[in-house]
């Protein structure tokens, strides 16, 4: 069965940290590229960043326009774990955010970097960061 675990939000003042994990059980980890997505009430599931997600290479990564430079996207195999460290946060970054699971090759499949959530199948509960201002 596979296994999505988020954790890691919480409240954080403007211009403050947080890291992400999203921990993966269920299948054999180094064969998928997990993205990470954030959705606001009322809105679309909006792709963050993704790693091993790009031409079929394990451990590409892919930043939405604007959140590169803030944000960092990060791998540990041996953990099967997934991390996501964000910098300089601000209120407009509130959001639940959510890991899910593709297939390395789907990004060859696409033909593009996996960054919409079509093209996750499994998803994790996720995890609420609130910034204040």
């Known amino acids: 069965e596979v296994q999505l675990v988020e954790s890691g939000g919480g409240l954080v003042q403007a211009g403050g940290s947080l890291r992400l994990s999203c921990v993966a059980s269920?299948?054999?980890?180094?064969?998928?590229?997990i993205g990470w997505f954030r959705q606001v009430p009322g809105k679309e599931r909006e792709g963050v960043s993704c790693i091993s997600c790009k031409d079929g290479i394990k451990g590409s990564t892919y930043y939405a326009d604007s959140l590169k430079g803030r944000f960092t996207i990060s791998r540990d195999n041996a953990k099967n774990t997934v991390y996501l460290q964000m910098n300089r946060l601000k209120p407009e970054d509130t959001a639940v955010y959510y890991c899910g699971s593709a297939r390395v090759s789907d990004s060859v499949w696409y033909g593009g970097p996996l960054l919409t959530r079509h093209e996750y199948g499994d998803w994790g509960q996720g995890t609420q960061v609130t910034v204040s201002s």
């Open positions: 269920g299948f054999t980890f180094d064969d998928y590229a």
